[in-house]
């Protein structure tokens, strides 16, 4: 089966017609031959760019030489005013510092100590999708973000999505979502750091908002650990966790910017990822009853479940492949290197892509299509050592990528056990690369209750 793939663009483009069909998305904008080479090299007004889909270049980028290959600050740009200086965007010495930090609280048995809660957000997301369950269909993104915003409140301080402070947090950044595209005019100038970003006014006004509730959230729960009285959450392990070099914790400050990167990469990210993992349930009806089947067995609550949910983890992570929510990672290089025999000057745009990695011809057998199964093949696992980074890979890992791997597949199975899903007749979603990648119009399914 083989769902949807954006179209590629079709000859060249004029530098300005690029430059608006990039901003609206990422994944149209550039030609298919991406999907079998093994590297491409861009030149445009100001910008030389490297992409790298050879395993042996990507793997040195991201796990061998990251320290050469920092992250790029004009993808950074438009992501500032919501993230500041969130781990997200930092390099360098407070990147390292943010990570001693944060990691602690993301490692081994603290994942365990979350699933209560990935779990009560998962059953209160049955609970909603059975309720609107009928005739008429649902969109399902927007249900999958309201879903993963409620594990992100429920994991780190502890309160559900109907809280009032966390229900604000949620309408104020899909208003964010509304105003800023992923890639503003910064990235493609090379403009000092003192120069203003050219940002709307409206993503300016719902970044201050976002930031200003979750600024509430944090000076909470500083009160609450003071007095003794903090719940034992993410929150709370960050917040008392000392940077075992330096002595210091987060102060406030610090503590609102890596707020704004979880519920970015642990809601936004988490939401695209489901969404489109349901949409491909619902072209494959057997497939729907199989994972049904297993998470009638299986599914208890308890954090050992997660394991025994093979088939859901499968198809979870096939879609993850289809549809990975960051399509691009972009580094700088930090010094001269050279890349197939080609020089990488300091300041060129080095790009690793997931999306173009996940659907590598040269990689993966039938890389467009829906094959859960492949997982369990010995030729799956080795296309998926060097095409499957949907979490980044090396020393920038994202941090939640076992608490993502947790909450999908379970929120998924939940889903599968209560639902039947199928699609809407003239409605196949197009995907195409925002923040995340999300579908041009949004994924709507019928939702029908199991008996």
Same mark, same amino acid.
């Given at each position: 089966?083989?769902?949807?793939?954006?179209?590629?663009?079709?000859?060249?483009?004029?530098?300005?017609?690029?430059?608006?069909?990039?901003?609206?998305?990422?994944?149209?904008?550039?030609?298919?031959?991406?999907?079998?080479?093994?590297?491409?090299?861009?030149?445009?007004?100001?910008?030389?760019?490297?992409?790298?889909?050879?395993?042996?270049?990507?793997?040195?980028?991201?796990?061998?030489?990251?320290?050469?290959?920092?992250?790029?600050?004009?993808?950074?740009?438009?992501?500032?005013?919501?993230?500041?200086?969130?781990?997200?965007?930092?390099?360098?010495?407070?990147?390292?510092?943010?990570?001693?930090?944060?990691?602690?609280?993301?490692?081994?048995?603290?994942?365990?100590?979350?699933?209560?809660?990935?779990?009560?957000?998962?059953?209160?997301?049955?609970?909603?999708?059975?309720?609107?369950?009928?005739?008429?269909?649902?969109?399902?993104?927007?249900?999958?973000?309201?879903?993963?915003?409620?594990?992100?409140?429920?994991?780190?301080?502890?309160?559900?999505?109907?809280?009032?402070?966390?229900?604000?947090?949620?309408?104020?950044?899909?208003?964010?979502?509304?105003?800023?595209?992923?890639?503003? %005019?910064?990235?493609? &100038?090379? =403009?000092?750091?003192?120069? *203003?970003?050219?940002?709307? +006014?409206?993503?300016?006004? $719902? !970044? @201050?908002?976002?930031?200003?509730?979750?600024?509430?959230?944090?000076?909470?729960?500083?009160?609450?650990?003071?007095?003794?009285?903090?719940?034992?959450?993410?929150?709370?392990?960050?917040?008392?966790?000392?940077?075992?070099?330096?002595?210091?914790?987060?102060?406030?400050?610090?503590?609102?910017?890596?707020?704004?990167?979880?519920?970015?990469?642990?809601?936004?990210?988490?939401?695209?990822? %489901?969404?489109?993992? &349901?949409? =491909?349930?619902?072209?494959? *009806?057997?497939?729907?009853? +199989?994972?049904?089947?297993? $998470? !009638? @067995?299986?599914?208890?609550?308890?954090?050992?479940?997660?394991?025994?949910?093979?088939?859901?983890?499968?198809?979870?992570?096939?879609?993850?492949?289809?549809?990975?929510?960051?399509?691009?990672?972009?580094?700088?290089?930090?010094?001269?290197?050279?890349?197939?025999?080609?020089?990488?000057?300091?300041?060129?745009?080095?790009?690793?892509?997931?999306?173009?990695?996940?659907?590598?011809?040269?990689?993966?057998?039938?890389?467009?299509?829906?094959?859960?199964?492949?997982?369990?093949?010995?030729?799956?696992?080795?296309? $998926?050592?060097?095409?499957?980074?949907?979490?980044?890979?090396?020393?920038?890992?994202?941090?939640?990528?076992?608490?993502?791997?947790?909450?999908?597949?379970?929120?998924?199975?939940?889903?599968?056990?209560?639902?039947?899903?199928?699609?809407?007749?003239?409605?196949?979603?197009?995907?195409?690369?925002?923040?995340?990648?999300?579908?041009?119009?949004?994924?709507?399914?019928?939702?029908?209750?199991?008996?």
């Amino acid at each position: 089966m083989i769902p949807p793939k954006p179209p590629s663009r079709q000859g060249r483009f004029a530098f300005f017609r690029y430059l608006r069909t990039f901003r609206r998305d990422i994944l149209s904008a550039n030609p298919e031959r991406l999907y079998r080479a093994k590297m491409a090299e861009f030149r445009i007004p100001f910008l030389h760019t490297f992409l790298v889909n050879e395993p042996a270049l990507w793997k040195r980028v991201l796990t061998e030489a990251p320290r050469d290959f920092p992250k790029s600050p004009r993808m950074a740009a438009g992501l500032e005013p919501l993230l500041g200086q969130g781990v997200f965007l930092t390099n360098g010495a407070l990147w390292e510092r943010q990570r001693r930090i944060i990691d602690p609280a993301f490692e081994g048995g603290r994942l365990r100590d979350t699933f209560p809660a990935i779990w009560a957000a998962g059953e209160a997301t049955v609970a909603r999708l059975r309720a609107r369950a009928g005739a008429a269909p649902v969109e399902v993104e927007a249900e999958m973000s309201h879903s993963t915003a409620d594990v992100i409140f429920r994991t780190l301080f502890s309160v559900p999505i109907e809280d009032r402070t966390a229900s604000a947090v949620f309408g104020a950044f899909r208003a964010y979502q509304g105003t800023q595209p992923l890639i503003n %005019l910064a990235a493609f &100038l090379p =403009l000092p750091r003192w120069m *203003p970003r050219f940002h709307r +006014r409206a993503t300016l006004r $719902a !970044a @201050r908002r976002i930031l200003g509730l979750i600024g509430d959230l944090v000076a909470a729960r500083r009160a609450a650990i003071a007095e003794g009285r903090a719940p034992d959450d993410l929150a709370t392990k960050i917040m008392t966790m000392a940077d075992p070099l330096d002595g210091r914790p987060f102060d406030d400050a610090e503590m609102v910017d890596q707020v704004a990167v979880f519920f970015l990469a642990g809601h936004e990210t988490s939401a695209s990822a %489901l969404g489109w993992a &349901l949409y =491909l349930l619902a072209l494959d *009806p057997d497939l729907q009853d +199989r994972l049904a089947d297993e $998470a !009638a @067995r299986e599914l208890t609550p308890d954090f050992g479940s997660v394991s025994r949910l093979k088939l859901a983890r499968d198809v979870f992570r096939e879609a993850l492949r289809l549809y990975p929510p960051v399509p691009m990672m972009v580094r700088e290089a930090a010094c001269p290197a050279d890349f197939r025999g080609r020089r990488v000057e300091t300041g060129a745009q080095v790009v690793v892509s997931p999306w173009h990695l996940g659907r590598h011809q040269g990689i993966w057998e039938e890389p467009d299509a829906f094959c859960p199964a492949r997982w369990q093949t010995a030729e799956g696992r080795a296309s $998926a050592r060097d095409g499957f980074i949907p979490f980044s890979a090396g020393p920038r890992v994202c941090t939640g990528a076992g608490l993502a791997m947790v909450e999908g597949p379970l929120i998924l199975a939940m889903i599968a056990r209560d639902l039947r899903l199928a699609p809407v007749e003239g409605r196949v979603p197009v995907p195409q690369a925002q923040l995340t990648v999300r579908a041009a119009e949004g994924i709507w399914l019928h939702l029908t209750p199991r008996p």
